[in-house]
């Protein structure tokens, strides 16, 4: 039988090996956990019969994803400024394609979407699948292991995450007021006012003569200029601390404060919420942000809706009237044109001696 349960991990194993049209064809593969004997039947069906088809010429050869994975990790990890966090992702769902065509990675995917639910983050289980789905895209683009997209049919979870906790800027001051290290006081302040992630302040060069946090290596892979708000440029004589220095005393100074929901990250969109209070675009915000995607600055469009829902209930009301320009009283201008009888013109007044003239007096 080529289905048999593994005695060592108690999990259904395929075990196909056959001499077929004078050669001989084996694979082997050890099925997920959970899978039921009728799934690991029918999962046998249909491999054995498309590996009779390949025997018999009516199927090409089906390339694995462990040879999609393997380039990958080759080929263009290393170019990667995180290869190595993938390469580890990509190890860590080994169980669930390990021996599987290219073809399968739809059904892969959400084997491991459905066993994973609950055990890890559902960001977890997404980046997971996006780099599976990266790496068998990148075998079918550049070495045609396959004959159509492998990754058109993956279903990636949704994933919310998205925090709406804002503070405005008392609430900012209470809580470095309350932080009794000072540096992580002034990386509070300098988070509030810039923006910028607590790894990007860290990293940053502080160019005071520009003014300006230069960033040479962010999230995106970008270089990024900062603008230094006036009201930190004090905090400039602080190092930035270590992120377990800062968390610590960064937890301790919520605490005091009655703030034990802010998160650190809270600070950056605060920093968001506060530029589209006082009139900012979401594209300006987006920049100052570094945000590569115009999606990831759409967090805040609520903001926007609010403020542009105030603008609209000031139409249709009446506009103050504005004071009208005091005119000159009507009458004589001049005692010499009093006497001549001339009607004054207020706008065009003639030159005394030509009036003179006029009236021969």
């Given at each position: 039988?080529?289905?048999?349960?593994?005695?060592?991990?108690?999990?259904?194993?395929f075990?196909?090996d056959?001499?077929?049209?004078g050669?001989?064809?084996?694979?082997?593969?050890?099925?997920?956990?959970?899978?039921?004997?009728?799934?690991a039947e029918?999962?046998?069906r249909?491999?054995?019969a498309?590996?009779h088809a390949?025997?018999d010429?009516?199927?090409?050869?089906?390339?694995?994803?462990?040879?999609?994975?393997?380039?990958?990790?080759?080929?263009?990890?290393?170019?990667?400024?995180?290869?190595g966090?993938?390469d580890?992702?990509?190890?860590?769902?080994?169980?669930?394609?390990?021996?599987?065509?290219?073809?399968?990675?739809?059904?892969?995917?959400?084997?491991?979407?459905?066993?994973?639910?609950?055990a890890?983050?559902?960001?977890?289980?997404k980046?997971?699948?996006?780099?599976?789905?990266a790496?068998?895209?990148?075998?079918?683009?550049?070495?045609?292991?396959?004959?159509?997209?492998p990754?058109?049919r993956?279903?990636?979870?949704?994933?919310?995450?998205?925090?709406?906790?804002?503070?405005?800027?008392?609430?900012?001051?209470?809580?470095?007021?309350?932080c009794?290290?000072?540096?992580?006081?002034?990386?509070?302040?300098?988070?509030?006012y810039?923006?910028?992630?607590?790894?990007?302040i860290?990293?940053?060069?502080?160019?005071?003569?520009?003014?300006?946090?230069?960033?040479?290596?962010?999230?995106?892979?970008?270089r990024?200029l900062?603008p230094?708000?006036?009201?930190?440029r004090v905090?400039?004589r602080?190092?930035?601390?270590?992120?377990?220095?800062?968390?610590?005393?960064?937890?301790?100074?919520?605490?005091?404060?009655?703030?034990?929901?802010?998160?650190?990250?809270?600070?950056r969109?605060?920093?968001?919420s506060?530029?589209i209070?006082?009139?900012?675009d979401?594209?300006?915000?987006?920049?100052?942000l570094?945000?590569?995607?115009?999606?990831?600055?759409?967090?805040y469009?609520?903001?926007?809706?609010?403020?542009?829902?105030?603008?609209?209930?000031?139409?249709?009301?009446?506009s103050?009237?504005?004071p009208?320009?005091?005119?000159?009283?009507?009458?004589?201008s001049?005692?010499?044109?009093?006497?001549?009888?001339?009607?004054?013109?207020?706008?065009?007044?003639?030159?005394l001696?030509?009036l003179?003239?006029?009236?021969?007096t």
């Open positions: 039988m080529p289905i048999y349960r593994d005695k060592k991990s108690g999990r259904w194993m075990d196909f056959r001499w077929l049209g050669q001989r064809l084996r694979k082997r593969r050890l099925l997920p956990a959970g899978w039921t004997r009728s799934q029918a999962y046998e249909k491999e054995s498309a590996l390949i025997a010429g009516i199927a090409k050869p089906r390339h694995a994803i462990d040879e999609a994975v393997a380039r990958y990790k080759r080929e263009r990890s290393p170019k990667l400024k995180h290869g966090n993938v580890r992702e990509l190890e860590a769902t080994r169980d669930w394609w390990a021996g599987r065509p290219i073809e399968d990675l739809p059904e892969v995917c959400a084997e491991y979407a459905e066993d994973q639910d609950g890890l983050a559902p960001a977890t289980i980046n997971r699948i996006s780099y599976l789905r790496a068998c895209r990148y075998a079918w683009k550049r070495h045609k292991l396959c004959e159509h997209d990754g058109a993956v279903v990636v979870p949704e994933v919310r995450n998205e925090r709406s906790t804002y503070i405005d800027r008392a609430q900012m001051l209470a809580l470095a007021k309350a009794e290290h000072r540096a992580a006081r002034a990386m509070i302040r300098v988070a509030w810039s923006g910028m992630r607590l790894s990007e860290e990293a940053a060069r502080r160019d005071l003569t520009a003014g300006v946090f230069v960033l040479a290596d962010t999230k995106n892979g970008e990024r900062v230094m708000h006036p009201r930190i905090c400039m602080y190092e930035a601390p270590t992120r377990y220095t800062f968390g610590y005393w960064f937890r301790k100074a919520r605490e005091a404060v009655g703030m034990s929901w802010l998160h650190a990250h809270d600070l969109h605060s920093a968001a506060e530029l209070r006082v009139g900012v979401l594209y300006t915000v987006g920049a100052v570094g945000h590569k995607s115009h999606a990831s600055t759409k967090r469009s609520h903001l926007s809706v609010q403020q542009a829902a105030e603008a609209v209930a000031k139409m249709g009301r009446k103050p009237i504005a009208q320009e005091k005119r000159p009283p009507k009458g004589p001049t005692e010499v044109e009093a006497r001549a009888g001339v009607e004054p013109t207020y706008t065009d007044l003639q030159p001696g030509a003179h003239a006029k009236t021969g």
